[in-house]
């Protein structure tokens, strides 16, 4: 009985199981805080989070700031996926370029790349560029290295075959490159939607007039601790749902593949 | 290791036949063979590497291949459709979608690739597998759709490099089946690399034998006289295939035993 009663593959179980544990850390936080044995200022309470959450979206003060926000994470998103996508191609085809390339791109990679932020915000100023454009560089190696890795590993039977069918090297491109690719850009797409939040937030806080990551530090910087958690919250449930986004178009693309493939995995 | 090659010609014409593919001193980085005549040859370390070279995948080391008379100076070998050993469907496609993708490569609109690939998903015995992606279908399926979309370009050769090798025996003599049966309707030229004796006799109109490796090269050639059309199952129980068998193996066996005191199995 035991041992089917938490059978893995049983969802209501699971899931009831999951809400089971949100709900006691919940309540332990709550608890915790409201008997006062740790301090509400240092670590909040999950009654005034709820509070100030609902009073954004009611008094609608939050739209502004999660709109820009939004528009930052998915604009670097898309722009470091297109140009990690480009690149990757183009360097994965032209092996004497891979290998001049190789150490600079090796540099550019290993480099805490969040210390453009202040670079960027001189060049692109406070709006919403500097942040694309720190997201865009978080962004295109993880998408440009899973890209590199994946024409490499195209496997050489179906490329010669798919040239003995008489494939010119454009039909190459769209029909074996590109799909053999795409496997490996999507399991590093998950990667760089938690990346692409990272740009805009990082860059928000370094200097901006607007977006989630400008409010949690006005937040901070009066102790306003529910404020902080609430803006940390906001921010998990629309990358969650973001990347919700990208496994559905994966699921619809990838249904070739009997399982999904492995990544090379991305830092920030 | 030795490989046993076969070939079928076009038709049997002994003297005025056609020159599909020939190999003028043809040696290859890997192993080299010398070869001349009106034949096709492989070797065993090799053998792929002739495949490739004859596919125009790979130039060889020195030597010339011909096709059809004409010197294959550069780029593939357009005659040719190319059957590999391991799987090599776009795996990203549809079963129908990989047979059409040669057509349109070839300039065809879509809807005529398609409406062709599904005449030869019928003909293959792929009906209604024809939107299965190549993971869905089994080995012998996946054999049988690379052997559509060879043969969908309608070839004027057909190499093909031990294509049934990873097959269990029952779907391998079904797929020998369904080649004799296949190439008995247009009688395309086809160079079947192989190491299965059987196989190479109750396919073939001439076995090669290719010498063992490293420095591989034909060492004896025979006619195979069995009536056509041939049953697999069937033709194995002739007298005619018994003494065939016996007069090759006794070339093959000797080297396949210098294979093994080089490489002991």
């Keep these: 009985m035991h041992a089917t009663l938490l059978d893995p593959r049983n969802r209501l179980v699971v899931l009831l199981t999951r809400l089971l544990l949100l709900g006691g850390f919940l309540l332990l936080w709550w608890l915790l805080t409201s008997r006062g044995w740790i301090s509400p200022f240092f670590f909040g309470d999950p009654v005034g989070v709820a509070r100030k959450l609902i009073g954004w979206f009611v008094t609608g003060s939050i739209y502004p700031h999660l709109y820009t926000t939004l528009i930052e994470t998915i604009l670097a998103f898309l722009i470091g996926t297109v140009l990690g996508l480009g690149c990757g191609l183009w360097l994965a085809l032209s092996p004497f370029l891979a290998v001049v390339t190789d150490p600079f791109i090796k540099a550019l990679n290993s480099m805490p790349r969040l210390i453009f932020a202040p670079i960027f915000a001189l060049w692109f100023g406070l709006g919403i560029w500097s942040k694309v454009a720190l997201g865009v560089t978080l962004v295109f190696f993880v998408v440009f290295f899973n890209v590199f890795q994946g024409v490499r590993e195209v496997s050489p039977a179906v490329l010669a075959n798919t040239r003995m069918l008489g494939a010119s090297s454009r039909q190459l491109m769209r029909h074996v490159y590109l799909p053999s690719a795409m496997s490996w850009v999507f399991s590093s797409l998950h990667n760089a939607v938690g990346i692409a939040f990272v740009g805009s937030v990082v860059g928000e806080y370094l200097g901006s007039e607007k977006g989630v990551g400008y409010l949690i530090l006005l937040a901070e910087g009066v102790f306003d601790i529910d404020s902080v958690i609430a803006g940390i919250l906001l921010l998990t449930v629309f990358a969650l749902v973001l990347d919700t986004t990208v496994s559905l178009f994966e699921d619809h693309f990838m249904r070739w593949q009997p399982s999904a493939g492995q990544t090379v995995s991305g830092h920030a | ?265």
């Design chain 2, 1 to 265: 290791m030795t490989a046993a090659l076969r070939s079928v010609e076009a038709e049997r014409r002994p003297q005025n036949a056609l020159e599909a593919l020939r190999f003028d001193g043809v040696t290859c980085a890997f192993a080299s063979n010398e070869r001349r005549g009106r034949t096709y040859t492989a070797v065993s370390e090799g053998k792929s590497t002739l495949l490739n070279v004859a596919a125009g995948l790979i130039r060889p080391s020195s030597g010339t291949l011909s096709v059809f008379g004409q010197p294959l100076k550069q780029g593939l070998n357009k005659d040719a459709a190319y059957l590999f050993q391991v799987d090599a469907l776009m795996p990203w496609k549809t079963a129908e979608d990989n047979i059409a993708a040669g057509l349109i490569f070839h300039g065809k609109s879509k809807a005529e690739a398609i409406a062709t690939a599904r005449e030869w998903l019928l003909r293959v015995g792929l009906h209604g597998h024809g939107r299965k992606y190549p993971h869905q279908l089994s080995g012998g399926m996946r054999k049988r759709a690379g052997l559509a979309q060879a043969l969908a370009l309608d070839p004027r050769i057909l190499l093909m490099d031990e294509p049934f090798s990873a097959l269990d025996i029952q779907t391998r003599h079904l797929m020998e089946d369904e080649l004799l049966r296949l190439w008995s309707t247009d009688r395309k030229s086809v160079v079947f690399v192989t190491h299965d004796l059987e196989e190479a006799i109750s396919l073939s109109d001439r076995v090669v034998v290719m010498s063992a490796g490293p420095a591989t090269k034909p060492i004896a050639e025979f006619d195979i006289d069995l009536q056509r059309p041939r049953e697999v199952a069937e033709i194995r129980m002739t007298q005619r295939f018994l003494q065939l068998h016996a007069q090759i193996w006794q070339v093959l066996r000797r080297e396949v035993l210098k294979s093994y005191a080089r490489n002991p199995a």
